[in-house]
């Protein structure tokens, strides 16, 4: 030190030190002031490097002191450093110069309480967990492919760079984000408004309202997610509508929206694979079950093929199955028109029936009768409008009566007709047409000859023919032949013998 003050600089009292001078001077006076003490605080950030060394901070509500404890140190430790609790740490104060800072190389630490932090921290949790907010049932199921996901996370930071990242491989998604403070004390406000907002826009609307949300951070130590802890953000994702992810910090990391959540995933990156499938894996299952279902719907045509075929075979011939409904049907087309002749006839028979019980005496003597009464009427009538009605009705029945005449000269002609023809058809149809032709009747008596064997027999026969009866004697019996005489023909029947047709 005697050294640095024998050469100053012209002008001036000072002397003056070089940086490692003077880096060096404040490292030796702060190791011989300070030498071995002990501190007592709440356990910071813990950070272990991949060398061994650990690096912790011991703090208070105003200060940080940063702490060392090496690679061959760590063994020696009686309690590893967490991040909230309280500790007292032993060692000595020593300075780097490189970076200008001072730190503490800790040799021993001790448990001195549970931190102030993690103390209020395990009471939320406590307060939250008896009012259900923790309970499984409350956890809502994520949707399998949202539509829109909303983010809620700095816009600048690596997280929402992963995030994107990360769903445009697996499922491109349409992604809202909502830019919040991640640390601070801005951060627990305003990450509560903005799961509050996004609850609250509409569905389908212009900015329509997101399917899933997620809250994603980065690491940190405790005070840096601190944000995340307070009471306003786990109540904000406990009453949201919309399913919600929370991937705040690190693996190691447990923040109160964590136990409110939906689901916590480890890191952001986790929370954008369980926020949608993968597009490719979707794909391919897709196309597998399109396989299946083909071959299977071919597999089941082909089963119902075969078996349509077996009971086919078992079927009889479609003309086979028609036969006997053909000869039912021949049977009953024969039918109709003999039942219409019949039908015809019944009723023809029905109405000669109830015609024959009319006669023009009867009709005539019930219109005597009738205007017999008619007249009687009238004659007991003075009014003028009676008697002009009167003569009205009887005009009219005059009509009637002569309608009802020429109605029944009309069939009476009718029936004529008909009878005339029958008789005619009888006629024609009666023996003597026959005897017309040539042809003879014989008798013996009153019986018909009809065989050589009854003709010899016979004591005497008679022989009609159209124009008249000749007797014939028979030589066989031995009886003279008498000559033979006209026989005038037998008179017809008079009418009332014959019968009437009706």
């Not at 299952?285 to 349509?308: C, D, G, N």
Request: charged fraction near 25%; aromatic fraction near 4%.
């Amino acid at each position: 030190m005697s050294d640095l003050l024998d050469d100053p600089t012209p002008g001036q009292n000072a002397p003056e030190f070089s940086v490692s001078e003077i880096s060096g001077e404040v490292k030796r006076t702060l190791e011989s002031t300070f030498g071995r003490i002990r501190v007592r605080g709440e356990v910071g950030r813990v950070f272990k490097a991949r060398s061994g060394h650990l690096y912790y901070d011991i703090k208070d509500d105003r200060s940080v002191l940063a702490c060392t404890t090496w690679k061959g140190q760590v063994s020696k430790l009686a309690v590893v450093p967490e991040e909230g609790l309280e500790v007292v740490v032993t060692g000595r104060l020593t300075a780097f110069g490189g970076q200008s800072k001072y730190n503490m190389n800790v040799e021993e630490v001790a448990v001195a309480g549970q931190g102030a932090l993690m103390a209020l921290l395990e009471k939320r949790k406590v307060q939250m967990q008896a009012e259900g907010l923790f309970a499984p049932e409350r956890k809502k199921p994520l949707p399998y492919l949202p539509q829109i996901i909303g983010v809620v996370t700095s816009p600048s930071g690596a997280v929402i760079r992963d995030i994107l990242h990360r769903l445009r491989d697996r499922f491109p998604r349409k992604v809202l984000v909502w830019p919040v403070a991640v640390q601070g004390n801005a951060c627990a406000p305003e990450v509560a408004r903005a799961i509050e907002g996004f609850n609250q826009m509409t569905p389908g609307g212009a900015l329509p309202r997101p399917d899933l949300l997620i809250v994603a951070r980065g690491g940190g130590s405790i005070e840096d997610l601190w944000g995340f802890n307070e009471e306003i953000v786990a109540r904000a994702a406990a009453a949201s509508q919309i399913p919600l992810i929370s991937a705040v910090g690190h693996e190691t990391d447990t923040t109160l929206i964590d136990y409110v959540s939906d689901l916590r995933a480890p890191t952001p990156t986790a929370a954008a694979e369980h926020a949608v499938p993968v597009r490719l894996e979707l794909l391919g299952w897709v196309e597998s079950q399109s396989a299946r279902m083909t071959h299977a719907t071919a597999r089941a045509v082909q089963q119902r093929r075969q078996r349509l075929g077996d009971l086919a075979r078992a079927l009889p011939k479609p003309d086979t199955l028609l036969e006997t409904p053909r000869q039912r049907l021949d049977r009953i087309s024969d039918r109709p028109p003999h039942a219409l002749i019949a039908g015809v006839q019944k009723r023809k028979l029905t109405l000669s029936d109830r015609t024959a019980s009319l006669r023009p005496a009867t009709l005539k003597n019930l219109l005597e009768r009738r205007q017999d009464g008619l007249k009687n009427l009238a004659s007991r009538l003075t009014l003028r409008p009676i008697t002009q009605d009167v003569e009205r009705k009887r005009d009219a029945l005059g009509r009637i009566t002569q309608r009802l005449n020429a109605a029944q000269s009309a069939r009476q002609e009718r029936l004529r007709s008909q009878l005339t023809a029958s008789g005619r058809q009888l006629e024609i149809l009666s023996y003597k047409a026959t005897l017309r032709r040539g042809y003879a009747v014989v008798r013996d008596g009153d019986a018909l000859v009809t065989t050589t064997a009854a003709a010899k027999t016979a004591a005497a026969l008679s022989v009609e023919f159209a124009d008249g009866v000749i007797s014939v004697g028979n030589a066989t019996s031995g009886g003279a032949k008498p000559a033979a005489k006209p026989v005038a023909p037998k008179p017809p029947k008079s009418p009332g013998e014959q019968g009437s047709l009706f």
